[in-house]
């Protein structure tokens, strides 16, 4: 069983609207838990970095929420635009020496978003 | 622009050849990861070094090696070649080895095997 899963795996929306991505993990214990925005063909890019500390942070119209509690985070995104079509990572860093076969960077598979006109 | 570079940007090959992929990480970026992402997969972790040493291991066939020079840049080296092999390679770079920091990503490298 992977250990960040995320839901939906694909999604589609109208350009305007408000979604939610999710991504539940069993990673622990953990450093922090990191969303990433790919667009396709490119190199993943950084959206937010929260600690265990932390319950909230924002990037402009993308608020990821954590819950250390339940082990489940969220990726809302606000307004979308054509331009947040792309597919979101959760990424769950645990501690250096973790091991396994995904290093200490536990990557989920992705949600894909398309934000039609 | 991350300020990861890498090169070359696309790759076509045969089944059997080998190819070398080229990372520069971020200037003062100790620490570089390699990924393979096949066409609509997620991302997997191949390996990782830290300041020339390697720091961790993923699923790396065996036919594949790397290394991280004393300048910082790295490798990746991909022999015997296989239809399968076929997929973005990406390479990344933060400052830490060990809880890793902020990671930036380069563009890629398309590798297409015929």
């Known amino acids: 069983k992977n250990q960040v899963e995320q839901s939906p795996q694909s999604l589609i929306i109208l350009e305007g609207k408000n979604c939610t991505l999710q991504c539940n993990y069993t990673v622990s214990p953990f450093s922090n838990l990191r969303w990433y925005k790919q667009d396709t063909g490119r190199g993943p890019v950084s959206l937010t970095i929260m600690t265990f500390s932390e319950n909230t942070k924002s990037n402009g119209r993308y608020t990821a929420t954590l819950d250390a509690d339940t082990k489940q985070s969220s990726l809302h995104i606000t307004a979308s635009q054509l331009s947040d079509s792309a597919s979101y990572i959760c990424?769950?860093?645990?501690?250096?020496?973790?091991?396994?076969?995904?290093?200490?960077?536990?990557f989920g598979k992705g949600t894909k978003l398309s934000v039609k006109p | 622009d991350s300020g990861v570079t890498q090169t070359p940007k696309h790759l076509i090959t045969a089944t059997g050849q080998r190819v070398t992929l080229r990372c520069s990480p971020r200037s003062g970026d100790l620490s570089v990861y390699w990924y393979q992402q096949s066409l609509d997969q997620g991302l997997q972790f191949l390996i990782q070094y830290y300041n020339g040493e390697e720091r961790a291991k993923g699923n790396i066939l065996e036919r594949f090696s790397a290394q991280q020079f004393p300048d910082l840049h790295s490798e990746l080296n991909l022999s015997s070649l296989e239809l399968g092999d076929s997929a973005l390679y990406f390479c990344?770079?933060?400052?830490?080895?060990?809880?890793?920091?902020?990671?930036?990503f380069g563009e890629g490298s398309r590798l297409t095997v015929l």
């Open positions: 990344a770079s933060s400052t830490s080895g060990r809880n890793a920091g902020e990671l930036f």
């Open positions: 990424v769950v860093s645990a501690p250096w020496n973790y091991g396994g076969s995904q290093g200490n960077l536990i």
